[in-house]
Nanobody, 120 residues
């Protein structure tokens, strides 16, 4: 089994910054894509950013403000969030596409979520 544990959420004022972390643990042969998604109250979960083999992809709403990165040695993905806006308020979820064994294909895993609240 694979576990994803997020940290770094909290309350921040508009214009502030937060850094989210997500560490994967368990039986891991290789992690392909890793990413961050978010879900605001009453809305569907949406993609924020993904990273695979050093290539990144961002939602238009966060381009220029958020930066995704990963440390492959630590099986960890980060999300640096700057110039935060009230509309960034949501539960942020980590996602990873993990291959556990040579004989198995990759499977999708999710973290438990971390709350980010942007408010004055």
């Amino acid at each position: 089994q694979v576990q994803l544990v997020e940290s770094g959420g909290g309350l921040v004022q508009p214009g502030g910054s937060l850094r989210l972390s997500c560490a994967a643990s368990g039986t891991i042969l290789r992690i392909n894509a890793m990413g961050w998604y978010r879900q605001a109250p009453g809305k569907q979960r949406e993609l924020v950013a993904t990273i695979i083999s050093g290539s990144t992809n961002y939602a238009d709403s966060v381009k220029g403000r958020f930066t995704i990165s990963r440390d492959n040695a630590k099986n960890t993905v980060y999300l640096q969030m700057n110039s935060l806006k009230p509309e960034d308020t949501a539960v942020y979820y980590c996602n990873a596409d993990v291959r556990q064994y040579y004989w198995s294909g990759p499977s999708d895993y999710w973290g438990q979520g971390t709350q980010v609240t942007v408010s004055s």
